[in-house]
């Protein structure tokens, strides 16, 4: 089933090619919206949430391709699908090389675009979820004080609390507390949640050497 949360946002010069193109996704389930130029779309609100793009290629102002390398530039990850009827095997190479996930050419057939679509939505989405996780996981690493992050990094290495209360010069019913805060910010319940939580940010843990 299409993902009605999703957008599908379609940027072409040809009314009769927005609206053909508007009225097979939403037949199909899915919610579009379209724009006449690349300027009309980059003049939209930023969209936070799972999204793709279908992209005309020759448009009055700027191209497909460089609307492409301006959401480039500007660090965008929605997936491009060309449709273009004036399509040649450069312009889908620098297409493809410039990020985009299929190049098509009008007239499309109603099939081979709802897979494409499917598709770009189903990498978008996972990448989206990721993104979503990892800011998430910042946030709960930004609660954490000075101390409990350092704490956190010799637990991440297998460090036991007796090893870092040693280590920190602190009683041992502290480093436990410091654990426990630590368990409730991170939302784990044991360390080896941690790790894959932390490992999301690359977290590099912290061993305790033998003096």
């Given amino acids: ?55 005309d290629v020759r448009m009055p102002g700027s191209s497909g391709l460089e609307l492409q390398d301006t959401l480039n530039e500007l660090g965008s990850d929605l997936p491009i699908l060309f449709l273009t009827g004036h399509g040649d095997i450069p312009m889908s190479v620098k297409a493809i090389r410039g990020g985009a996930v299929n190049f098509l050419t009008k007239p499309v057939r109603e099939a081979v675009l709802l897979a494409a679509v499917g598709e770009a939505l189903a990498v978008h989405k996972k990448d ?36 870092i209360a040693d280590h920190l010069g602190i009683t041992e019913k502290t480093v436990k507390a410091h654990r426990a805060k630590i368990m409730t910010k991170m939302g784990v319940s044991s360390a080896v ?6 490992a999301q940010l690359a977290l590099t843990p912290k061993t305790i050497t033998a003096e």
């Avoid at 949360?5 to 009769?16: E, L, Q, V, Y």
């Avoid at 946030?139 to 004080?145: G, H, P, V």
Wanted: charged share 25%; glycine share 6%; aromatic share 8%.
């Fill in 1 to 55: 089933m299409p993902d009605k949360a999703a957008r599908i946002f379609i940027i072409d010069d040809d009314r009769s090619v927005r609206t053909s193109l508007a009225r097979q996704l939403g037949a199909a389930g899915y919610t579009t919206e379209v724009f006449a130029s690349a300027e009309e779309y980059l003049a939209r609100a930023h969209f936070d949430g799972v999204a793709c793009l279908i992209l």
């Fill in 128 to 163: 989206w979820k990721d993104n979503q996780l990892t800011n998430k996981t910042r946030a709960s690493l930004a609660m954490l004080t000075r101390r409990e992050h350092e704490v956190m990094r010799y637990i991440l290495s297998g460090a036991r609390n007796r090893q």
């Fill in 193 to 198: 949640e941690l790790g894959g939580v932390c």
